[in-house]
């Protein structure tokens, strides 16, 4: 399978616990996104790497939220200390950076549940 | 900041057609694309328009105005598996940009 992949699709944590979840994207895309996605909304922008240089950040990334993608190739998003307003879809997407449109290609997501 | 708007449920019949309409206020817009969501699945990309006019693609069409920032996504020839969440995004700024999402509009397709 050659699409974003993304690990764990599911994690249950109790408040307070620090979770980190992978992105693998698609091989020759050197643009990587991560989202956040709740019921009922559209995804919302959290940050953005090209290569391994995070340009890009949300004010909805707070300081317990950390994302790096080492050596251009994975991603690793972790949130510490979390709060039950973590519980969400997040959501990993890649893009090629060539071409003016620039298509995102989606993983299906992590979904975290904090109790 | 951008604002997206798309309304929030649609319901049609199979073989019928269906408007999903998405207006939008942004600056330094780059393009529009519709993506398609099924329920706990990732978005799967259907359309792109960055200039005016209608884009077609099989039973999806999508269409842009600029001057009017307002965006259709027309599917026709409505089948069961068309339920799901449609999803209009706007890209700002240099292609590198990240997408704004609507809310997303729920169609369920009846037999």
């Known amino acids: 399978d050659t699409g974003v992949s993304q690990d764990p699709r599911h994690k249950i944590t109790k408040r307070g616990q620090n979770v980190t979840f992978r992105c693998d994207p698609i091989?020759?895309?050197?643009?990587l996104y991560w989202y956040r996605q709740t019921l009922g909304q559209g995804p919302e922008f959290l940050t953005y790497?090209?290569?391994?240089?995070?340009?890009?950040k949300s004010r909805l990334l707070s300081d317990r939220f950390s994302a790096e993608r080492p050596k251009g190739s994975f991603s690793t998003l972790e949130i510490q200390r979390t709060e039950q307003g973590d519980s969400a879809m997040y959501l990993c997407a890649s893009s090629p950076g060539t071409g003016g449109r620039n298509e995102q290609f989606f993983g299906p997501g992590t979904r975290l549940t904090v109790l | 900041g951008q604002n997206i708007d798309q309304p929030t449920e649609m319901t049609a019949t199979e073989g019928a057609i269906v408007q999903i309409n998405c207006t939008y206020q942004t600056s330094g817009f780059n393009g529009l694309f519709w993506y398609q969501q099924h329920a706990g699945e990732a978005p799967t990309f259907l359309s792109y328009n960055v200039l005016d006019g209608l884009e077609e693609k099989g039973r999806f069409s999508s269409f842009l105005s600029r001057s009017k920032g307002y965006s259709y996504l027309l599917l026709k020839e409505l089948q069961m598996k068309d339920s799901a969440s449609y999803l209009c995004?706007?890209?700002?700024?240099?292609?590198?940009?990240?997408?704004?999402f609507g809310r997303g509009t729920q169609l369920t397709v009846w037999p």
């Open positions: 995004a706007v890209k700002i700024g240099s292609t590198l940009g990240r997408l704004y």
């Open positions: 790497f090209q290569n391994e240089a995070q340009l890009e």
């Open positions: 091989s020759e895309h050197n643009r």
